[in-house]
């Protein structure tokens, strides 16, 4: 963690309200620039606040060191908005991200749209007009093999690689021993509705741990009902009959 990052983490805390949840960067998020034009590099983060209610809410905030003392600004995203990457462009911070459009139900957003905002002399960020790019479909998982990190809230030892890759409807990887195929295609009813086709697999076997660990990554994935793209990381969420889950992933390689 820097030293701007720890600063960004303190203003978050001493922000909170003393009911809150959960508060937390979005990782993978950061961007460099020089948005004030005098010669230094801003830094612009992403955090998430899930202070009570249902919603979350998401912020950029933007933190300048000069002349030894740090200035901080903020802006609101949106509720529930999942924000994909961004860049900084001169004065201007553009973020790519996942949105609402009318139509989508308030759990499940589905635009995906690329915002911008931009600094002026008297050093606040006015938002410019937003363009809409189409609408978030499995297409978008396309083109990286992702990491697994998180099954279900506990980590994935760091010596066991359970890889993911989407190509033409259908995924593939390796669950940890095992190499496993299945199909994915978009549902019609929500935003990042999916639908899995039978889950596939190889036979080998491997020690007892690693194929504990295998059976329960592919019964979760045989359940997946839904996906989303936060920051850098894949999420894919299951339920079945009495239970759920949530395999988290990062990107690895690219995928030609």
């Known amino acids: 963690m820097t030293f701007l990052h720890a600063v960004a983490a303190d203003l978050m805390e001493e922000s909170s309200a003393p009911d809150r949840?959960?508060?937390?960067?979005?990782?993978?998020?950061?961007?460099?620039?020089?948005?004030?034009?005098?010669?230094?590099?801003?830094?612009?983060l992403a955090f998430w606040d899930a202070s009570g209610g249902s919603g979350v809410f998401n912020y950029l905030v933007i933190l300048d060191l000069a002349n030894d003392k740090i200035s901080s600004h903020s802006i609101f995203v949106g509720d529930r908005v999942q924000i994909l990457g961004g860049e900084i462009e001169g004065n201007k911070i553009v973020v790519n991200l996942v949105e609402h459009a009318d139509t989508d139900p308030a759990c499940c957003p589905a635009q995906k749209a690329i915002r911008t905002w931009a600094y002026e002399k008297d050093g606040n960020f006015r938002e410019m007009p937003a363009k809409l790019t189409g609408r978030l479909s499995v297409e978008d998982v396309g083109g990286t093999e992702w990491i697994l990190t998180m099954l279900n809230g506990e980590a994935v030892?760091?010596?066991?690689?359970?890889?993911?890759?989407?190509?033409?409807g259908q995924i593939k990887g390796n669950a940890g021993c095992n190499s496993y195929f299945s199909d994915m295609k978009d549902r019609e009813d929500a935003g990042?509705?999916?639908k899995l086709g039978p889950v596939g697999s190889t036979r080998k076997a491997c020690p007892d741990e690693v194929m504990h660990?295998?059976?329960?990554?592919?019964?979760s994935l045989g359940n997946t009902t839904s996906f989303s793209l936060v920051g850098r990381q894949l999420v894919l969420s299951w339920n079945s009959a009495d239970q759920s889950g949530a395999l988290i992933f990062i990107p690895g390689r690219k995928v030609e």
Do not use: A, H
Request: charged letters at 30%; hydrophobic letters at 30%.
């Open 21 to 44: 949840q959960s508060r937390g960067l979005i990782d993978g998020f950061e961007l460099l620039g020089d948005l004030d034009g005098d010669g230094k590099e801003e830094i612009v």
């Open 157 to 168: 030892p760091e010596d066991l690689q359970i890889s993911l890759t989407y190509e033409d």
């Open 192 to 194: 990042g509705s999916v």
């Open 213 to 219: 660990l295998e059976g329960s990554y592919l019964q």
